[in-house]
């Protein structure tokens, strides 16, 4: 080691003291320390309340709509569509089932002003969902839609 018998000596103390802390240490939470088991009831209330905060909000369905669209030429064009509006907040349900009614008048209103070149195109479908984002949120007086899910959208 360093030759001087009592800095040697030290050195070996303290290590050994070391290595003692380290073993007790370990033993303690080994052996000795035994960790409380989880309450299961307090834990699933705690998973589930995370859970909502990280949770999306579920889309609010609307009810399956056929609009008569503008049309140049003489044939009728018709549009089919099922939409959902995605809310930001997940408590906006009640105000979208109270202006339903409103909500279907204000989505044939749009959709009948459009033509069926319009809407077959990307930017006209980008176009219809965000006047009907901007008319719902006019009706439910809020910023509560996010954005519009077509789950049908089929123009004959």
């Known amino acids: 080691m360093t030759g001087n018998k009592l800095v040697d000596n030290i050195i070996l103390i303290l290590s050994f003291l070391a290595t003692a802390a380290c073993v007790g240490v370990f033993v303690y939470t080994e052996v000795v320390y035994q960790k409380p088991l989880p309450d299961g009831q307090a834990e699933l209330g705690k998973l589930i309340s995370d859970n909502k905060k990280m949770a999306f909000p579920a889309p609010f369905k609307l009810d399956p709509l056929i609009i008569n669209l503008n049309s140049r030429k003489t044939r009728l064009r018709f549009l089919s569509v099922e939409a959902q509006l995605v809310p930001f907040n997940h408590d906006s349900d009640d105000r979208f089932e109270t ?3 409103m909500i279907n008048d204000a989505i044939i209103n749009i959709a009948g002003h459009m033509t069926a070149e319009e809407l077959n195109s990307i930017s006209g479908k980008i176009l219809l969902e965000e006047r009907i984002k901007k008319s719902v949120n006019s009706i439910v007086r809020g910023q509560l839609v ?5 789950t049908k959208f089929v123009i004959q």
């Open 99 to 101: 202006h339903r009614s």
């Open 146 to 150: 996010k954005g519009v899910l077509f």
